[in-house]
């Protein structure tokens, strides 16, 4: 079955550092991974996505995440963090399901509170 | 360009009153879901309907259903709200089949039973 963990609940990153949010999976087949990212009191918002292709993916906000095929994982990165981008960010990977439609299962989520 | 709209944004029930969340979606996408948000839990997906006519449950079902009343709406009801149900709710919708490029959400609804 399709899961995806999210190993750390709160993730703290001075701005200006780079910083880190892990996401590993279990998937059968080949994995669609998902980041989104949800401000207080709003919806969840996509921020990039691996389908297939390079292992460094590019998204919004001057976000990207590496897919690791052997470890798994689907890490999202940021060079340089902004006290804007503390938020929730969830991590999702695709489920199939009959008839050829999908869903995601997302992760716990994990809080990033970056400090000026 | 709406994208995924859901009403209300916030509403406090009483335990044992009755409500409809309300989701629709400007996208012509085929597949829609229902989501619950509580701290801690991340998001678990309630009920989702793959295209028009078709329902199935998802992970937390119980005590609520759901009706896909066309291509653009879905809505979620409470028949007898609890105060266990009170949490965050979000639809949203997909292409679902073939291509997948994930979900679009809507803003949410806040719900408090008391």
Redesign the interface.
Known sequence: AQSVAQPE?QVNVAEGNPLTVKCTYSVSGNP?L?W?VQYPN?????LL?YITGDNLVKGSYGFEAEFNKSQTSFHLKKPSALVSDSALY?C?V?AP?S??????I????TRLAVHP | NAG?TQTPKFQVLKTGQSMTLQCAQDMNH??M?W?RQDP????R?IY?S??EGTTDKGEVPNGYNVSRLNKREFSLRLESAAPSQTSVY?C?S?D???S?????????TRLTVV
């Open positions: 609940d669609y998902f989104y709003r919806g969840l918002q996509f996505k969830f999702a695709r399901f008839g050829g439609y999908n869903k995601l997302f992760g716990a989520g | 995924v085929n597949s879901y989501y801690g839990m991340g998001l997906l989702y793959a295209s979000f949203a997909s679902g089949q073939g997948f490029y994930g979900y679009t959400f809507g803003s949410g």
